[in-house]
Nanobody, 115 residues
């Protein structure tokens, strides 16, 4: 079992920045990839960014150049730095841990971009 706890969401004006954190605990030795997903009202959950154990990253086209995913292995934490936020970035953001045969999700954190 892996437990994931997200934090760092909130209300921000367009053009602003936020940093999300996802702290992992439990059977973390089996984690291969950590990712951030988001789900806006009325839309399907979508991949935002993910990072593998060797540090490889990939991003959704909509966030390239604005968002950065990183990890601190000593703290078992993954971060999502979000810059130049837009109203269309408004969503619940979820952290996901991918192991060989299982996936675990955090509870989500709300990000609202509005003036």
């Amino acid at each position: 079992q892996v437990q994931l706890v997200e934090s760092g969401g909130g209300l921000v004006q367009p053009g602003g920045s936020l940093r999300l954190s996802c702290a992992a605990s439990g059977s973390i030795f089996g984690i291969r990839t950590m990712g951030w997903y988001r789900q806006a009202p009325g839309k399907e959950r979508e991949l935002v960014a993910r990072i593998t154990n060797d540090g490889s990253t990939n991003y959704a086209d909509s966030v390239k150049g604005r968002f950065t995913i990183s990890r601190d292995n000593a703290k078992n934490t993954v971060y999502l730095r979000m810059n130049s936020l837009k109203p269309e970035d408004t969503a619940v953001y979820y952290c996901r841990a991918a192991l060989q045969f299982s996936r675990y999700w955090g509870q989500g954190t709300q990000v609202t971009v509005s003036s």
